[in-house]
């Protein structure tokens, strides 16, 4: 029983939740660059060198032999892949990178708007030291 309270405890927290609903959104824009790559980006990069498409740059390695398919390395799906990547991580890195910037300049604002006074101990401790500094001079 106490490990099903762990557990509870566990998958519960706010973080965890939170991470879940970051791993949906993720998985979603993962498509979201993979059809800009291969619909938007690719087309154009394929058309520049060529007419090349990506998809179906591959190397036969052993041709096909009594009804088995051919062995083919297919490169062109791995730079379509490496490039999805790249994508990817460029927009992560800018959408982190304006986070920390949004809240580095909310942070920034928020000590210069409420610029705190020093703490109550300070003001009577510099009271008592006032009436005493009077008290030694009379």
């Known amino acids: ?3 099903l309270k762990e ?3 566990f998958a519960v927290k706010g973080n965890m939740l939170e991470m879940a609903v970051g ?9 979201i660059v993979s059809s800009l790559v291969n619909d938007i980006i ?3 990069i ?4 060529g007419g090349v498409d990506f998809t179906t740059l591959t190397i036969t390695v052993k041709d ?3 009804g088995k398919p051919p062995v083919m390395i297919s490169y062109g799906k791995f ?8 994508i990817i991580a460029f927009s992560i890195f800018a959408v982190i990178k304006a986070f920390n910037s949004l809240k580095r300049q909310n942070a920034t604002n928020a000590e ?4 705190p006074g020093p703490p109550k101990q300070e003001l009577l401790l510099a009271e008592i030291r006032d009436i005493l500094k009077k008290k030694s001079n009379r």
């Open 46 to 49: 394929g058309a520049i060198i």
């Open 7 to 9: 557990f509870r405890e």
């Open 79 to 86: 730079i379509q892949t490496l490039v999805d990547f790249v």
């Open 112 to 115: 210069s708007s409420s610029e």
């Open 23 to 31: 791993i949906i959104i993720g998985a979603a824009f993962s498509k």
């Open 42 to 44: 690719m087309p154009p």
């Open 64 to 66: 096909a032999e009594a």
């Open 1 to 3: 029983m106490k490990i």
